[in-house]
């Protein structure tokens, strides 16, 4: 049985652990955290999967800003890292972290301005994200820009830079 709880009632320190293992400890450098800056996660739209008392998953979701060339300031909302324990992985335990985050984003009024640095082979074929709209946006670091993804109305599609909001 796998119950997801908010990420708060889990030790930030297990969750650091878990992520080490699920990405690299390199991962810290990562453009994507240089996104967020030093933004705290959203606690409405983060959450732990735990199983028997142990966490095995986490996804978190971080306020980002878009500011378009025009002077125009878009907030979004910046998905992951999604990480699942290793030995866990591939057993649908990532997508009810997804799942559970964007029903949540819903509920909060957010799910119109969603982005993600990921693998549009999951995060496309699963949830629906795309980079159609980020082709003009420059990034405080190196991107793929395959793996520059986001999905909903109010994801701007112009020329522009995302980073902290
Ligand atoms: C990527 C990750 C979050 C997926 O969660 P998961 O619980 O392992 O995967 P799920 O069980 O939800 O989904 C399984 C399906 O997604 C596919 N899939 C999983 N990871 C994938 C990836 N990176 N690219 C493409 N497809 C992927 C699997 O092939 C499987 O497809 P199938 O059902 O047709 O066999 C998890 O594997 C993970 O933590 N990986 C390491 C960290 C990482 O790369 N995070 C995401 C980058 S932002």
Known sequence: MTDLVPLAAVDPAIVDALLDRAFEPAR?????YKVRGQAAAIPALSFAAVEDGTPIGSIQCWPVAFTSDAGARVPLVMVGPVAVEPARQRDGIGRLLMEHALAAAVRAGLDDRLILIGDPEYYGR??????????GWRLPGPVER????ARGDAVPAGAGTL???
């Open 28 to 32: 810290r450098g990562r453009t994507a």
């Open 126 to 135: 699963f949830f629906g994200f795309t980079a159609a709209r980020t082709g």
């Open 146 to 149: 395959h793996r520059l993804l």
């Open 163 to 165: 980073g902290p909001a």
